[in-house]
T-cell receptor, first 111, second 116 residues
């Protein structure tokens, strides 16, 4: 089992709809969870971090964490074409000072 | 978050040569990391750059191939030695700024390396 798993996509969502991105992780001791957005040819950009169970909202983005199910998700409301990118889920390793990245989900917002 | 710069932004190199990539941060940071991202792939951690001591390498990466320096809290270099076409990749440095969250990483703009 991979340490951090994501559906590679592509996930195609119509403009204005809600995009839902999912991630599971294997380390039950993980405490920190991150979502990065990466446009083609650019470096990853941190968009959300979450540390507690439940929802965390920032503008059109909502991160959801369920530690019991080892599941973290990112919702993007009112999706825009500019949201088209690869979204990387990252999780800290409880045994070391580093984070592990998933393989990323490619999101495409169609006008 | 910290402002991170990398030099060069891109380079084309001949096989067998070496390239040193620089990462500069505008403020002191607690941790610095070097990643590789091969075409169409996710990020792979090469090593943690430790200030004043030898870097900590991940499985599959060795110091002879990827020597790393971190002379102070704002600067690090990664050298890709004896390059082959398989080293063609984007190399990224990331930092953890001082602050309450000790594992939140921010990435530099990356160095796109092509080896012929």
């Amino acid at each position: 089992q991979k340490e951090v798993e994501q559906n590679s996509g592509p996930l195609s969502v119509p403009e204005g709809a809600i995009a839902s991105l999912n991630c599971t992780y294997s380390d039950r001791g993980s405490q920190s969870f991150f979502w990065y957005r990466q446009y083609s040819g650019k470096s990853p950009e941190l968009i959300m971090s979450i540390y507690s169970n439940g929802d965390k909202e920032d503008g059109r983005f909502t991160a959801q964490l369920n530690k019991a199910s080892q599941y973290v998700s990112l919702l993007i409301r009112d999706s825009q074409p500019s949201d088209s990118a690869t979204y990387l889920c990252a999780v800290n390793l409880s045994s070391a000072s580093k984070i592990i990245f998933g393989s990323g989900t490619r999101l495409s917002i169609r006008p | 978050s910290a402002v991170i710069s990398q030099k060069p932004s891109r380079d084309i190199c001949q096989r067998g040569t070496s390239l040193t990539i620089q990462c500069q941060v505008d403020s002191q940071v607690t941790m610095m990391f070097w990643y590789r991202q091969q075409p169409g792939q996710s990020l792979t951690l090469i090593a943690t750059a430790n200030q004043g001591s030898e870097a900590t390498y991940e499985s599959g990466f060795v110091i002879d191939k990827f020597p790393i320096s971190r002379p102070n809290l704002t600067f690090s270099t990664l050298t890709v030695s004896n390059m082959s076409p398989e080293d063609s990749s984007i190399y990224l440095c990331s930092v953890v700024p001082s602050g309450p969250h000790t594992d939140t990483q921010y990435f530099g703009p990356g160095t796109r390396l092509t080896v012929l």
